[in-house]
């Protein structure tokens, strides 16, 4: 009953919201994902979910649940992260066609892998890639829609 509240949930407070896109250097690719290990009750199966920005503008996300049941927290984490990683390569590829090269290193953000030579972290309470995997506080769901330019129809008078 948990995904099915939090998906109609999130479609009642989205009715009047549209993605929208702002004037933006693009000069960064930036990810966060997270990951819910066996939080599907039933099959105990996983979630994971992610999000990637170009400059200040969201263009790519997913949020899907894992076809296998994980042995553990790590092993959902680790696969998220092999998940958005991909995504960005292919976003970064893309733009390398399009003879728009990114300078900097994509930065991926993820609250839970933090071993070998790799270190991808961010607290919890800025993970954007919450709002794809689990239940949250109303503040945090409306902070992170609107970090993901998920907002009501801008005035017609307005700039965009």
């Known amino acids: 009953m948990g995904a099915i509240h939090r998906i109609f949930r999130y479609i009642h407070g989205i009715l009047n919201h549209g993605l929208h896109f702002y004037k933006s250097p693009i000069s960064y690719l930036l990810s966060y994902n997270d990951a819910d290990w066996g939080g599907y009750l039933y099959t105990r199966r996983s ?22 049941v994980s042995k553990s927290d790590a092993d959902v984490e680790y696969r998220g992260v092999a998940n958005v990683v991909s995504e960005t390569c292919r ?14 290193a994509m930065l991926v953000y993820s609250d839970n892998v933090k071993r070998g030579n790799v ?14 995997t689990k239940g949250l506080p109303q503040f945090l769901f409306d902070d992170f829609r609107f970090n993901l330019n998920v907002c009501p129809p801008l005035d017609s008078t307005a700039e965009v």
């Open 47 to 68: 979630t994971y979910g992610y999000c990637v920005f170009l400059g200040d503008n969201l263009v790519s996300w997913s949020a899907k649940r894992q076809p296998t």
């Open 91 to 104: 976003i970064r590829n893309l733009l390398l066609e399009l003879h728009c090269s990114i300078p900097s």
């Open 119 to 132: 270190r991808v972290h961010l607290p919890s309470r800025y993970q954007i890639a919450d709002i794809f």
